[in-house]
C-alpha cells in the first residue's frame, strides 16, 4: 500500500468503490468499502491523491480526507464520464476518477467550507418553498375561476383572492369549498412566513460575509444574489476571467463551430441554474428601471438584452471577487 500515489473513490450512500494506482499507472488495488470504513481505510494509508466526482456529498469526504493528510480532487461528472470504459458500474466508474484526477488538464472544484453550504442550504429551501408557494396560488386561483372568481396575475394581487375567501359573508363561494380554500389560505401564509424567516437568516450571513457585501455594492446585485454567489464560488481565481466565469454559469452563446466557420446557437445554459436564474431575473429588473437600456431594447430582443445584462453582472462579480475590490462606476471613475 505504500506505493500508492492516486485513488479513484467512486461516493455513494452504503457502499463506496476504491480504485488505487501507483506512479507508473499500474492498479495496486480494488476494493469495496462500507460507509463506516472509509475513513478507517484512508487513515491508514500514506498522503495520497484521491479524485471525486463533485456531488451533494463529495464537500464532505473531500474535508475529511483533508483533515486525515491527503490530498482530495473534486470534479464535474461530465469530464469523467469520457474515461469511463464500455459499461457503466461502480468498478468503472472509480477507474474513471482514477484515471481523470490524474489528467494535467482536468478542472476541478473547489471544495465547500461548512459555512457556504450551510448559506446554499437557506438558499435552496427558499427556492423550495417559493416553489410552492407558487403551487399553493395557482391552485387558489384555479378553484376560485370555477366560482367566476378571476384576479390579475402577480402574487402582490392573491391578497384580493384570500379576502374573498377569508369572508364568510360572501355567498359567492359555498361553505363546503370555503372551507377546503381555507386550508389552501393557511398553507398559503404559513408558507409565506417561513419564506420571510428565511430571507432574514441570508440577510444576516450577508452583513457578516466581506465577499457577499462587496459583490452588493454593485447596482444589479442584492443581498440575495450576492450571498449565493459567496457561497457558491468557493475561489473566484479558478476562473482565468470574467468571460469564463460567465460561460460557466451558462449565460454565452453555445457554439457548432467548424471549418473556421463559427457557428453561434442559444445560450449553453451549462453551470450553476440557480445562479443564471438569479442574475437574468435582476437584469429584467433593471429593464424595467433603466433609461439607456431602451436603446438596446429597440435593437434586440427583450430576453437576449437581459441575458447579455446578466452576461455583464457575472463578469463585473468576477472582478470584484478577484481582486477583492468594491464596485466603482466607470464613468464616475472617469
Known amino acids: 500500500m505504500g506505493n500508492i500515489t492516486a485513488i479513484g473513490l467512486d461516493l455513494a ?35 495520497c491523491l484521491v479524485g471525486l466526482e463533485a456531488c451533494a456529498t463529495a464537500h464532505h469526504w473531500a474535508r475529511e480526507l483533508t483533515a486525515l493528510g491527503h490530498v482530495p480532487r473534486l470534479m464535474p461528472p461530465a469530464y469523467v464520464k469520457a474515461y469511463v470504459r464500455r459499461n457503466k458500474n461502480d468498478v468503472a466508474d472509480a477507474e474513471a476518477i482514477c484515471e481523470a484526477v490524474r489528467r494535467p488538464s482536468m478542472r476541478f472544484v473547489p471544495i465547500k467550507t461548512t459555512e457556504q453550504q450551510s ?109 449565493a454567489i ?24 453555445r457554439q457548432n463551430s467548424t471549418g473556421g466557420k463559427a457557428r453561434l446557437g442559444r445560450i449553453s445554459k451549462r453551470g450553476d441554474s440557480y445562479l443564471r436564474r438569479l442574475l437574468v431575473n435582476s437584469a429584467h429588473t433593471v429593464l424595467l428601471c433603466s433609461k439607456q437600456a431602451r436603446s438596446l431594447l429597440s435593437r434586440k430582443p427583450r430576453l437576449v438584452v437581459a441575458v447579455a445584462l446578466a452576461n455583464k453582472t457575472a463578469r463585473v462579480a468576477w472582478a470584484i471577487m478577484s481582486r477583492q475590490d468594491t464596485y466603482r462606476n466607470a464613468a464616475l471613475a472617469a
Open 13 to 47: 450512500k452504503k457502499v463506496f468503490q476504491v480504485h488505487a494506482v501507483d506512479e507508473a499507472g499500474s492498479v495496486i488495488m480494488r476494493k469495496q468499502l462500507r460507509r463506516g470504513q472509509v475513513l478507517a481505510f484512508f487513515a491508514g494509508l500514506p498522503s
Open 230 to 253: 459567496a457561497a457558491t464560488v468557493a475561489d473566484p481565481k479558478t476562473f482565468c476571467s470574467g468571460r469564463e466565469f460567465a460561460a460557466w454559469l451558462g449565460l454565452v452563446p
Open 119 to 227: 448559506a446554499l442550504m437557506i438558499h435552496r429551501a427558499r427556492d423550495l418553498l417559493i416553489r410552492q408557494r407558487t403551487m399553493l396560488v395557482n391552485a387558489l386561483r384555479g378553484h376560485l375561476a370555477e366560482f367566476g372568481l378571476i384576479e390579475a396575475q402577480g402574487l402582490h394581487k392573491v391578497a384580493k383572492l384570500i379576502a374573498i375567501v377569508l369572508d364568510e359573508e360572501d355567498r359567492r363561494i359555498s361553505d363546503i369549498a370555503r372551507q377546503v380554500l381555507t386550508v389552501i389560505v393557511s398553507q398559503i401564509e404559513d408558507t409565506q412566513t417561513r419564506i420571510a424567516g428565511l430571507e432574514k437568516q441570508i440577510l444576516a450571513w450577508h452583513k457578516n460575509n466581506p465577499v457577499s457585501q462587496r459583490l452588493a455594492t454593485v447596482p444589479e446585485i442584492g443581498p440575495i444574489i450576492a450571498t
